[in-house]
């Protein structure tokens, strides 16, 4: 059960929908941009029926209503004190991502026992005594826990209630031969709608087709997201935005289109034009954080399968990457770099050193994605050392972290002063190994460095004017 707009039936949406696509040429670039107009739809339900949200989204022309519904905007303070609170009283039954557990998923949109702001005030006040959540009025005030419900509606996230229809494409058109808006001149052989659920892209039924989807989605504010298509390779697919074709990010294994946090306008056009050996019939379609790859939640059936299979393995193919989060065999405030050549290590923030160095595939996060569980994650390849083993200025003091900046390649340049004085150090790929270069303020040297003996990796210091370069190089005698 749910308040938004899954309980009416597929049949009536689907038939009173008009496809039309609008394309607009600008200059040599040709913008793609779909518009289904529901007529019939908004006619039929009366503009402010409970499907007015879907209807204005759908017949969005002049971006109004787009912008109106992105201005759900909270305030900090509240929900920071949400927040607390959530995590003191809440966290237990219904999870460190509010995705459930003892208690109901509170992120989905789906409400058992009412959705209105002022329902779910009531409900947290009286509680569910019989079904096993007390109830918090004698514990908070009114004002705290507005707080809370403030915070839980903040972390909206997936789709809120879309549409899909399906045409049909001939088995052999080349992908330059293909458009959207030629196939969408013809009715859809199906068309139907979703509400807070998953995109089927399995729904076909058929070998060839283009199926395009448009909905209202929403991104819980706190961490960058993106929208990650898995579409077998190639093109195949365009997404809009708010009205706004998108262009991707390739990265992981696919494109990846940015999207800001709030509500949003999603449309998501898919063929299998020049794909005739290729058929998967399902997409994954998941929203990650484009910076680290961790996924935060599926917006099709495929890409929930996806999400449960816990091994996640991050690499550094084009670009070096980095990730802070607790990393097996490292220290916690450790930072892991990825290096596209292979090479890995651990720079942590407490003690200003290499903590540990990592030939091979750079990560795999699997264990702890979506907050299942807190163990760490995997480095994977071989170790070169790791903590207790480290590398380190010689210099006596206090270490205190500044900052990472990024080189223009991505790689990280790590900041902290040692005994006051600031020193940096970053991590380079070197031809049978890596470096990590240490450079001191006002051109003078960062003079020496300790580091381990390990068996099977040669280590050693060179100067080259203010700085001191470690090399390290796997001696593969056996
Ligand atoms: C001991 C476990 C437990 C704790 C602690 C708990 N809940 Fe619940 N909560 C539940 C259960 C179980 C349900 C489902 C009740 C039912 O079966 O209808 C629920 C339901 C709810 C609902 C209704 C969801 C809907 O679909 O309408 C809200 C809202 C809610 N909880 C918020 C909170 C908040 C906020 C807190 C902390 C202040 C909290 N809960 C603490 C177990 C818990």
Redesign the pocket.
Known sequence: ?SNNNSDRPASTAGSSVVWALGACALGAIVCFGIFLMLFGYVGSRGPSGPGSAGGQMMARTDGADVAERQQVAFDDASLARGKA??A???????GQNMRG??????VDG??????SPE??LS??KT??PD????G?ES??SDEE?QD??DY?RSRREGWESGRYAIWPIAADIARDDFSFEQVMQDEPTKAGRFGAGLVDYGLPEMENFAMVVDGTIHIPAGTPAGVWVQAGGGGGVEVTIDGEPVEPVYDLAGAIYPIDQGVHDLTIAYSTADKPNWYSGNLNIVVLNPETGERAFPLSEAGKSFLNDTSFVIDAQQRPRVIRRVVNNLPSSTISVGLPSGMNFGFNTKSCAIVGAWEGDFLDIGPNIDGRGDAPSVPLGEWMFHEPQAIALSQQGDCRYVGTSLQDDGAPVFAFELGGVPYTVSGQATDGGMAFVYAAAQGRSAGAVSMPEVDGVEMRVEQAGAQTRVLLERTRAQ
């Open positions: 059960m609170i959530y003191q009283a809440c966290v237990a039954c219904h557990g003892v208690g109901f998923n509170l789906e409400w058992v026992h009412g959705a329902a779910i409900n947290i509680g569910f079904r096993g959540m007390v918090f514990l908070y826990l809370v419900v839980i």
